[in-house]
């Protein structure tokens, strides 16, 4: 079951630290696993390739709507703005 927005996220398989921690806080502000949809149906999280540049922020993307994030704790305010209650 889809959820009505989609969050797509870099799943840490690429060997990126970054990715890694990224999708480890996406799954934890969500409270889902990569193909699980939001207790709420809101959101789906889905995995997205990512760049594989270490030096470059991670790429997520909403929908369809890319959004760069340079730091795993942006995700959360990204979510609250873009998805509010």
């Known amino acids: ?4 927005r989609t969050l797509y996220v870099c799943d840490g398989r690429c060997g990126l630290l970054s990715c890694k921690i ?13 193909g699980e949809t ?5 959101i789906r ?3 997205l390739r990512c760049q594989e ?14 959004y760069l994030v340079r730091h795993p704790s942006e995700l959360r305010a990204l979510l609250v ?3 509010p209650a």
Do not use: H
């Open 1 to 4: 079951m889809g959820g009505r």
């Open 22 to 34: 990224l999708a480890r806080r996406a799954k934890q502000t969500l409270g889902v696993s990569f």
């Open 38 to 42: 939001t207790r709420d149906g809101r």
């Open 45 to 47: 999280l889905s995995t």
């Open 53 to 66: 540049q270490a030096d470059a922020p991670s790429l997520v993307m909403i929908d369809e709507d890319y």
């Open 81 to 83: 703005d873009l998805l």
